[in-house]
């Protein structure tokens, strides 16, 4: 799946998924509040009072009946609103310092692919993406880690719907890939 359809996250297999034959588990995107995923899972009771209460649309029903995110509609603009309706604590305050989505492009970008194209760059209000030249007159989109927030506003802005979300391993103490 892809970012606009909110749930292409970098797969990643813990020592129970590896047990369990669960290799490539997908990492789903939560709301902005939800802890690790354990906790959010064991929190969530699929109640769905996150919502209506996200004012940008972009809190749908996941197909394990929880929240995820869904970037076709807009972007987060941590307005904490969603925190606020949920009655479990399943998103908190707390749960904000989990929140370490970042974007990464695939090759299906127009630029990538020697197409002019910008649109991500155009709506990262963080400016976190920037376009490095090639040879053949094609552009690498490239992205500040740092300064990533993973709101979105770039994968819906994209035409080829070629931008992804993954937790930053790196400000969890790994290297990214």
Do not use: H
């Not at 369990?20 to 690790?36: H, I, K, Q, S």
């Not at 908190?92 to 692919?113: D, H, P």
């Amino acid at each position: 799946m892809n970012a606009k359809s909110g749930a292409a996250m970098g797969a990643r297999a813990s020592r129970r998924d590896f047990l369990r034959a669960d290799f490539l588990r997908v990492e789903t995107m939560r709301p902005y509040g939800a802890g690790p995923a354990i906790a959010f899972d064991r929190l969530c009771d699929g109640c769905a009072a996150c919502i209506p209460a996200c004012p940008e649309g972009i809190i749908q029903r996941g197909e394990d009946g929880k929240p995820r995110i869904d970037f076709t509609a807009g972007e987060c603009s941590f307005c904490e609103d969603c925190i606020k309706a949920c009655p479990t604590e399943a998103l908190s305050e707390a749960g904000r310092e989990s929140w370490n989505w970042v974007a990464q492009v695939s090759e299906k970008c127009l630029s990538i692919r020697g197409v002019t194209c910008r649109a991500c760059e155009d709506f990262c209000e963080e400016r976190a993406i920037r376009f490095r030249l090639e040879p053949g007159g094609r552009s690498r989109p490239l992205i500040d880690l740092e300064s990533c927030t993973g709101c979105g506003a770039c994968a819906g802005a994209c035409p080829e719907t070629a931008i992804d979300f993954a937790q930053n391993r790196e400000q969890q103490g790994e290297l990214t890939a």
